[in-house]
């Protein structure tokens, strides 16, 4: 069974600080890579993919990836109180079956003024 | 921009009923999938399907069906609703292999 990992939270975070979540993941042939943002009650938002060793930015959102350590993270600077949500981590690999496309369970992130 | 489009935000059925949720994608993605999403459960894929009449199961099908008529559009049904399918329903379509999800608003189902 394929697994990605995240801490559940809540991760807490004063206002203008930069906000860490981490996700690994259990199958090395994962090839793409995904952050969603969910706010309570409303679908999953994408925010970030990434493909390749690195990082890559975009405005106040980081990702970074380690495939060797098969580990992904999203940096947020900057933070906002609108950046408190549950961030979901999303792992796309392929099998015999297919593709095989993993959500992390998510962590939540609490942004405080 | 990616438009997914759940027939419906809120619904209510009786245990027993054969429940039908709409997802419509406007942007040709070869792929769709429908997930439920419990508190404390994160997403569980049912079903998906990566071209028209076809569809392969997920986590969790059993008391659900799919149809995949045409290509933009991905029908989840529930044969006899059960109050352990009330939950939060959502499609997401993706244009191909290594692409992103884009997910619809979701529809809130309630069995009572």
């Known amino acids: 069974q394929k697994e990605v990992e995240q801490n559940s939270g809540p991760l807490s975070v004063p206002e203008g600080a930069i906000a860490s979540l981490n996700c690994t993941y259990s199958?090395?042939?994962?090839?793409?890579f995904f952050w969603y943002r969910q706010y309570s009650g409303k679908s999953p938002e994408l925010i970030m993919s990434?493909?390749?060793?690195g990082d890559k930015e975009d405005g106040r959102f980081t990702a970074q990836l380690n495939k060797a350590s098969q580990y992904v993270s999203l940096l947020i600077r900057d933070s906002q109180p609108s950046d408190s949500a549950t961030y979901l981590c999303a792992v796309n690999g392929f099998d015999n079956y297919g593709q095989n496309f993993v959500f992390g369970p998510g962590t939540r992130l609490s942004v405080l003024p | 921009d990616v438009k997914v489009t759940q027939s419906s935000r809120y619904l209510v059925k009786r245990t027993g009923e054969k429940v039908f949720l709409e997802c419509v994608q406007d942007?040709?993605?070869?792929?769709m999938f429908w997930y439920r999403q419990d508190p404390g459960l994160g997403l569980r894929l049912i079903y998906f399907?990566?071209?028209?009449?076809?569809?392969e199961k997920g986590d969790i099908p059993e008391g659900y069906s799919v149809s995949r008529e045409k290509k933009e559009r991905f029908s989840l049904i529930l044969e006899s609703a059960s109050t352990n399918q009330t939950s939060m329903y959502l499609c997401?379509?993706?244009?191909?292999?290594?692409?992103?999800?884009?997910f619809g608003d979701g529809t809130r189902l309630s069995i009572l």
């Open positions: 199958d090395r042939g994962s090839q793409s």
């Open positions: 942007m040709d993605h070869e792929n």
């Open positions: 399907s990566y071209d028209v009449k076809m569809k």
């Open positions: 990434i493909y390749s060793n």
């Open positions: 997401a379509s993706s244009l191909g292999r290594n692409q992103p999800q884009h």
